[in-house]
C-alpha cells in the first residue's frame, strides 16, 4: 500500500512541478526572443536538423553492415564494392554534417546567450531604477534582488538551452523509435520505462536545491558582505586599526564552511540516486538486448539487425536520459525564473498622475509642510509627527537640530521618494502628488549629505547634476567656481578630463573635502528653482569653508533654498533659520533675532563659537610649536 501511496505522491508531485514549469516557461522564450529574434530563428532551424541526423545514423548502420556481410569474399569489382561505397559515403557525409552544426550551434548559441543576457541585466537595471525608495528600506528586497541578480538572471538562456536540447533529442528519439517499432511495439516502451527511474531522482533533487538555495539566500547575502568589508577601500582603514580582519575573515570561512557543506551533502544524496536510477536503466537493458540476442541466434536476425538494435536502442537510452535532464534542467530554471519575474513584476506605487501639474519655475509663494507625519517602514515611531515647515520663495532656509529629528527625512518626502501618511506637501499650493516625481526631482538641485564619488572624470562627475543639459565646458567650469572646485580641478594632471579615483586606469584621489566641493559643483550645475544642501561644509575646512560663505548669498539667489546643518556658521548665512527638537519646530528667526531671543539657538552657538576657539587655539600652539 506504501508504494501506491509514493506512486501517487510522486504523480501529484509531477503535476504541480509541469504546472509551475508551464507559468514560467513561455514568459523566458518571449524574454530569449524579443533580445534575439534572428539568432533564435537561426538556433531552431540547426536543432531540428540535428535532430534527424543520428536517426540517419542508425538507419545507415543496418545498410553498411548488411551491404558489407553481402560484398565480403566478392572481390574487388566495382559492382561488389559500390555495395559498400555508397552507404559508408552517406555514413561519412552525415557524420561531416553533424560536425559541421555542432560548430554553427556553438557560435549560435554563445550570440544568443550574450543577446539574452544583457538585454535581462537592461530589464533588471531599468527596475532597480524605477521602484519605491521604500523597498530600500527592507531586508526582504535585497533578497530578491540578490535572487534576481544572481541565478535567476541567466536562466532563460539556461530555459531555451536545455528546450533546444529537449527538442532535439524528442525529435531523435521519435525517428529512433520508428526503426525499433518494427521490433515489437514493446521495445520503445521498455526504453521509456528504463529512465522512469531517473525522471523521479531529476524532479524531486532539482526541488530538493532550489528550496535550499531560496532558504540560504539570506546567508549567501552576508558571505557576500563579509567579502565586501574585506576587500574594499573604505573599510580597508578600520580593518586595520580595529584589528577586525581576522574576525570577519574567521566569520566569512565559517559561514562558508557551513553552506559548502550543506550543498555537498546535497550532491552526495543525489549521486547515490542517480547510481540507483543507472542500475534500474541496466537491467532493463540487458533483458532486451538478451532477448535480442537470442532472435538472432534462432536466424529471426541478421547481423544489420543486430548493430541497428544495438545501435537505436543505446542511443535511445542516451537521449532518454538526456531528455529528462533537459526537462530537469527546464524545470530548475524555471523555479529559479519566478524570482527574476517576481522582481521584474515590483511596480512602483509613487507614479506620475494621468495628467500631472506643471512644477513651478521659478516659486512665487514657495514649499508648505503642513501637518506632515511619515514612518518609515518598520519603524516604531514616526520620523516626523504633525509637522509643519515653510520655505518662502526665492529665499533660503537653514535647518539646524541634533541628529535623529528628521532634517533628512524632510529632504527624501520633498523629493517624493515618499509619501507622507498624513498632512501634505506643496510647491505654490500645489500638492507634491500631483506632479510627475521625475519632472519635480529635475527641478530640485541637491547635495545629500552622503553623496556619490564617482569614479569618473571631473567634468562629468559636475555635468551628472544635469544629464538633460548639453555637458557644456564652460558651464561645467561656471558650476565648479560657485563650489571653489575649480581652484584643484584646473592644476590636475588633464584638468577636468582628469579621472577621479583609484577603481579605474590612473586616476587621482581627492581629499574628503574637495570631493565634497565636486559634489556641490554637481548640485549648481542644475539650473533648478529649488536647491536643498544636506551639510554642504561638513568636509571643508575652515578656509574653504569661510570663502564659499562669503558668496553663499551670491550663488542661491533667485532659488528658494533649504540648508539642512549642524554648524550655525553655515545656517547664520540664510533669511531663516528654523531649530529643529523632537521632530518639531522650536525657534525661528534671522541669526540676529535668535540670538537675542537666548533660546536654544543661542545656547548652541555659544558652545559651538566656544568650541571652535578651543580648536583654533589648539592648532596654533600645535603648528607654532
Not at 121 to 138: I, N
Not at 226 to 243: C, H, I, K, N, Q
Not at 439 to 452: D, G, K
Not at 548 to 572: C, I, P
Amino acid at each position: 500500500m506504501s508504494i501506491f501511496r509514493r506512486l501517487r505522491a510522486l504523480a501529484s508531485d509531477l503535476a504541480s512541478n509541469l504546472s509551475e514549469l508551464l507559468a514560467y516557461l513561455p514568459r523566458a522564450l518571449r524574454l530569449v526572443w524579443e533580445a534575439s529574434a534572428g539568432w533564435t530563428a537561426a538556433w531552431m532551424l540547426v536543432l531540428v536538423l540535428q535532430g534527424l541526423l543520428p536517426a540517419a545514423t542508425v538507419a545507415l548502420t543496418k545498410w553498411v553492415l548488411d551491404a558489407g556481410q553481402a560484398a565480403i569474399g566478392g572481390g574487388l569489382g566495382w559492382e561488389n564494392v559500390s555495395l559498400l561505397a555508397v552507404p559508408a559515403g552517406l555514413m561519412a557525409a552525415v557524420l561531416l554534417a553533424t560536425r559541421v552544426l555542432d560548430s554553427v550551434l556553438s557560435w549560435i548559441q554563445t550570440a544568443q546567450s550574450e543577446h539574452v543576457q544583457d538585454h535581462i541585466t537592461g530589464l533588471v537595471h531599468a527596475k532597480a531604477v524605477e521602484v519605491d525608495m521604500v523597498f530600500y528600506e527592507s531586508p526582504a528586497y535585497y533578497d530578491l534582488m540578490n535572487r534576481a541578480t544572481g541565478a535567476a538572471s541567466g536562466k532563460p538562456i539556461e530555459v531555451i538551452t536545455h528546450a533546444g536540447s529537449l527538442m532535439q533529442s524528442g525529435i531523435t528519439l521519435l525517428a529512433i523509435a520508428g526503426l525499433l517499432v518494427p521490433y515489437g511495439w514493446w521495445v520503445p516502451l521498455a526504453l521509456i520505462v528504463s529512465t522512469a527511474p531517473a525522471l523521479a531522482v531529476v524532479v524531486h533533487y532539482n526541488r530538493v536545491y532550489h528550496d535550499w538555495w531560496d532558504r540560504t539566500t539570506t546567508d549567501r547575502r552576508r558571505g557576500q558582505y563579509y567579502d565586501l568589508l574585506l576587500t574594499s577601500e573604505w573599510s580597508a582603514p578600520e580593518m586595520r586599526v580595529f584589528g577586525l580582519g581576522e574576525r570577519f575573515r574567521e566569520g566569512y570561512q565559517a559561514l562558508r564552511a557551513r553552506l559548502r557543506g550543506e550543498h555537498l551533502d546535497h550532491l552526495r544524496r543525489r549521486a547515490l540516486a542517480h547510481l540507483g536510477a543507472g542500475m534500474a536503466a541496466l537491467l532493463v537493458t540487458g533483458g532486451v538486448m538478451t532477448w535480442l540476442v537470442v532472435r538472432a541466434l534462432s536466424g529471426r536476425a541478421t547481423l544489420g539487425d543486430l548493430g541497428l538494435f544495438y545501435q537505436a536502442f543505446s542511443r535511445g537510452q542516451g537521449l532518454m536520459r538526456t531528455l529528462l535532464r533537459s526537462a530537469g534542467q527546464i524545470y530548475a530554471s524555471a523555479l529559479f525564473l519566478e524570482h527574476l519575474f517576481t522582481f521584474l513584476e515590483i511596480e512602483p506605487s509613487l507614479t506620475a498622475p494621468a495628467r500631472p501639474a506643471p512644477v513651478p519655475s521659478p516659486l512665487r509663494d514657495g514649499v508648505r509642510f503642513h501637518d506632515v507625519t511619515f514612518t518609515y517602514p518598520g519603524a516604531d515611531r514616526p520620523a516626523l509627527d504633525h509637522f509643519d515647515l515653510y520655505l518662502p520663495a526665492g529665499r533660503t532656509v537653514a535647518l539646524v537640530g541634533p541628529n535623529g529629528v528628521g532634517k533628512s527625512t524632510l529632504i527624501k518626502l520633498l523629493c517624493r521618494f515618499y509619501d507622507p501618511e498624513k498632512g501634505t506637501i506643496t510647491i505654490d499650493g500645489t500638492d507634491l502628488r500631483a506632479f510627475d516625481p521625475a519632472e519635480l526631482r529635475r527641478r530640485i538641485a541637491l547635495l545629500f549629505q552622503h553623496p556619490v564619488h564617482y569614479q569618473a572624470p571631473a567634468a562629468d562627475n559636475i555635468a551628472f547634476g544635469d544629464v538633460t543639459r548639453p555637458p557644456n565646458r564652460q558651464a561645467v567650469r561656471q558650476a565648479a567656481q560657485k563650489a571653489l572646485a575649480d581652484d584643484f580641478l584646473e592644476p590636475l594632471p588633464d584638468g577636468y578630463d582628469t579621472h577621479l579615483g583609484k577603481w579605474f586606469g590612473n586616476g587621482t584621489e581627492l581629499s574628503g573635502g574637495q570631493w565634497q566641493r565636486v559634489c556641490l559643483a554637481r548640485a549648481f550645475f542644475r539650473d533648478a528653482p529649488i536647491i536643498v544642501l544636506d551639510e554642504p561644509t561638513s568636509a571643508m575646512d575652515a578656509w574653504a569653508e569661510h570663502r564659499w560663505l562669503e558668496r553663499f548669498g551670491v550663488l542661491v539667489q533667485g532659488r528658494t533654498g533649504l540648508v539642512v546643518t549642524h554648524r550655525f556658521t553655515t545656517a547664520m548665512h540664510a533669511d531663516v533659520i528654523y531649530v529643529m527638537q523632537d521632530n518639531a519646530i522650536v525657534e525661528s528667526g534671522t541669526h540676529a533675532e535668535l540670538l537675542e531671543a537666548g533660546g536654544i539657538y543661542a545656547a548652541s552657538w555659544q558652545d559651538q563659537i566656544r568650541d571652535g576657539w578651543r580648536t583654533d587655539a589648539t592648532s596654533t600652539a600645535r603648528s607654532e610649536t
